[in-house]
């Protein structure tokens, strides 16, 4: 157990600070974007929530060819893990620029379904077009992210986050308030500071990966054609991918929601969600390192291992994030008014952090028990157990709250906790059960 852990902190301390990087600099534009006004930070918000559902798209090949590789690794199946990976870049390629096309050309019908207001679709629409017709290149990013990862690679991808993070930060400072001679584009400039920063990230690994990990990928890789590799991708990428896209789909409604109550509740929910993502870092870096840990185990036949380290990192992962929690709301009246002078947003921001504080429980739950059951290869179970509890609760009972009885976005936030928790005790159970043993695919 003890290598076990030395291995667990090997992995997560680069992801840690790779997602600590990326939260920050998310952070550091929404406080740069809120000098352009909250309606600025509502509408990107709005496009934000639609990026990331189409990059969870991206993610159906992804995360199916992360579970996949972690596994064929660990039994030291070199020639099946090429073929994933070639695969899964080819697949990721076309689907990328189909959803590139899509963003770039019906940008603003797709805002007019989401309901934003008239006076915020021009930032949004630029926003959309620019960072949506240009988001080819983060899928390839998440593609090559992948495979590095899966063998155990994982400072490199942190590495390439880090200059391109701080790509991203010195463009929105150049373009969005006008340095060095460049105008002042404001929401613009954010859009083509993030949409440059993310080819250059792609440029980089598709470096490293084709110099240090796989060279090539030659025909005689592909002859006879992989049937078999090609439908366990898609298979395990389908109920990998459902989940996920079920919780951001879920999400998009209630973001529609909270839309129509009024611009400030939707401003609200952007800065909230930037900070409250700072309270699950730990989780989100422990999980994903346990889960190529994980992975390997499975792959290799080792059960009771592989449960000993998913449990150690739950345990750790909820201590941390209810004692970062708790920070939060302690200090959410001080760091707030930094980002706004409106008192409404600034009141209803503390009401949610201190509630969140008891969603924590449940989240942290549900961030490690996905991710670590599918990567021991139980991978329906969890897209069973989401797309029910997310929109029977979530959804259901966040209008309920926040709509029906007048309760706003506070009331659909507590309506988030019973989702959360009620997920968690459930995935939590699944994983003590131990049914996921002897569903690898290798």
């Known amino acids: 157990m003890v290598d076990l ?150 400072v490199a991808p942190m590495a390439v986050n880090v200059i391109a993070n701080v790509m991203n930060l010195c463009g929105n400072y150049i373009l969005i308030f006008g340095h060095f001679g460049f105008p002042a584009l404001g929401v613009a400039g954010a859009a083509w500071a993030t949409a440059l920063s993310r080819m250059a990230a792609f440029g980089l690994l598709w470096r490293y990966h084709t110099a240090h990990h796989i060279r090539a990928f030659p025909l005689a890789l592909f002859k006879p054609f992989p049937v078999r590799e090609l439908k366990t991708l898609v298979l395990v990428g389908i109920p990998a991918m459902s989940e996920e896209i079920s919780y951001c789909l879920s999400q998009v409604v209630i973001t529609y929601f909270i839309n129509s109550i009024s611009n400030a509740a939707l401003t609200t929910r952007t800065y909230c969600v930037n900070l409250i993502t700072f309270v699950n870092l730990f989780t989100l870096a422990v999980t994903q390192g346990g889960d190529i840990l994980v992975g390997h185990l499975v792959g290799r036949r080792r059960y009771r291992p592989a449960y000993v380290t998913g449990t150690f990192m739950l345990h750790r992962a909820m201590a941390v994030t209810l004692v970062c929690g708790a920070i939060l709301a302690a200090i959410g009246p001080v760091t707030m008014p930094l980002l706004t002078d409106n008192p409404w947003i600034i009141r209803t921001s503390c009401i949610i952090f201190c509630i969140d504080f008891f969603l924590n429980i449940g989240r942290v739950r549900n961030i490690f028990a996905c991710g670590t059951l599918r990567a021991a290869g139980d991978v329906v179970y969890p897209v069973a157990v989401g797309i029910t509890v997310q929109w029977l609760v979530a959804v259901g009972c966040g209008y309920l709250f926040g709509i029906t009885f007048g309760l706003g976005l506070i009331g659909m936030w507590v309506a988030f906790t019973l989702d959360e928790n009620l997920r968690g005790v459930i995935l939590v159970r699944r994983w003590h059960s131990l049914a996921w043993c002897g569903k690898s695919f290798s």
């Open 5 to 154: 852990r030395k291995q667990l902190r090997k992995l997560s301390l680069p992801l840690f600070f790779d997602l600590a990087l990326v939260m920050l600099v998310w952070c550091i534009d929404t406080l740069m974007l809120s000098r352009c006004g909250d309606g600025a930070v509502a509408a990107v918000g709005l496009d934000n929530q639609l990026i990331g559902l189409v990059f969870l798209v991206y993610q159906f090949v992804s995360m199916g060819a992360a579970i996949l590789c972690a596994q064929y690794h660990g039994a030291g199946e070199t020639r099946r893990f090429h073929q994933i990976v070639g695969m899964a870049l080819v697949i990721n390629t076309a689907i990328s620029l189909l959803m590139s096309f899509v963003l770039w050309g019906f940008s603003e019908e797709i805002l007019r379904v989401m309901g934003l207001r008239e006076e915020l679709m021009p930032e949004g629409a630029v926003y959309l077009r620019i960072t949506g017709s240009l988001s080819f290149f983060q899928a390839m990013s998440l593609t090559l992210s992948a495979s590095l990862r899966s063998a155990d690679k994982v």
